[in-house]
């Protein structure tokens, strides 16, 4: 009986020791909890307030961007330009001299025609030459013409592309933003908060480059572009040279044998000419 009561007295003497612990370690527990939510808290209200400082630097970045790719599309469209511009002119410049040349050649088969039946061939012969040579040049200005257009409706359609892509980039960019403050301001957990809204501009960065990537497969038609006015150049060049070997052949009937060397010479300077 004695032992009984002795167990029971330490018993209880063990739980009044133990209690005060207790209550310490409960007390503890409740400040750690305590303190890790208003850490939580504080971390979340410094995310939810950063994002707007976020969203500005993001904004800005972006429009930099859009900056700097508006600024390179308008230097090509300016040396595309140029190009033309220089091209037509250096060809206008050509064609002057090609039209003095063909006059020489003119003057001097004028100058050696003796008969009516071969001033009437000189007079065919220049009138079927300038006739072919200003169909060619029509050819030429048509493909030349067809080639500009579409090179630049390659431009704006290249340039409409990049426009939209960094475009939808920005409004995705500030889409991720608004939704993170407005589930910040819904007490949403700050990690998912967070997960979300990195996931989002993942997504948003993701789509833009694969935009881009097809933004920049424009090769191959402008390839294609300067294979259809290439092959149309040269069918111009073409059809020009066969109306000049019948105008000379016609040209050849109506002079003596002797002076076979002089048409051929004609021949050779006004197949010369080019576009």
Known sequence: MKKIKLISSIALSLALVAAP???ASRHQVATASAEANTSARTAGSAFCTALSARGQTYAAAISRQISNLKDRISREDSQAQEHQTQ???TLDQQRANWEQNRQKIYAHLSARAATTEQKQAVAAFQQAIESAASARESAVDAARTAFWQ???QIIIGHRTAIDQAFE???TAVQAAITQAQ???AAGTAPSQVRQTFFAALASARQA???AMRSVDKVGPQVSALVHTRNEALAQAVQTYENALKTAVAALRAAFPAGSGDKNSSSQSGAQSQGQ
């Open 182 to 184: 407005s589930s910040c």
């Open 168 to 170: 939808n980039y920005l």
């Open 21 to 23: 612990a207790l209550a």
């Open 87 to 89: 091209e037509t002119q």
């Open 150 to 152: 579409g090179l630049e």
């Open 208 to 210: 833009r480059q694969q």
